[in-house]
């Protein structure tokens, strides 16, 4: 665990939907942060800000489970593989200079197998 990560307002670790058994996304419908990590490796896989994070999320995954326009394909087949060992947790914000910084430091700590 990395303990620069403590100083944040995290919503509590939630297990990643599968869309395939109609499983509840619960992520901010504004400004928000996610951060995914593998249960079983202890590893962050990644973290993304979006001005509608619960948006935002639903392009995790590949199409046609996913939604959205990401051009990174390794990513998304990662988290469907790994699908059931998926955390998440999120940060709200009211702010987006708030968040894009939050953003900046979290990448700063160099810490997720995709630092993007």
Not at 33 to 41: E, I, P, R, S, V
Not at 71 to 82: C, F, G, P, Q, T
Request: aromatic share 12%.
């Amino acid at each position: 665990m990395c303990k620069e990560l403590d100083n944040y307002n995290w919503s509590e670790w939630h297990t990643f939907p599968d869309p395939r058994k109609g499983e509840v996304l619960t992520a901010p419908f504004g400004c928000g942060l996610y951060q995914l990590k593998n249960k079983h490796t202890e590893e962050y896989i990644l973290f993304g800000i979006s001005s509608n994070c619960a948006y935002r999320m639903t392009s995790l995954l590949p199409s046609p489970l996913g939604r959205g326009t990401r051009n990174n394909a390794s990513k998304r087949e990662y988290i469907l593989d790994n699908l059931s060992s998926i955390f998440y947790r999120t940060i709200s914000f009211l702010d987006k200079d708030d968040m894009k910084q939050t953003e900046k430091e979290i990448k700063k700590l160099n810490i997720h197998q995709y630092n993007t």
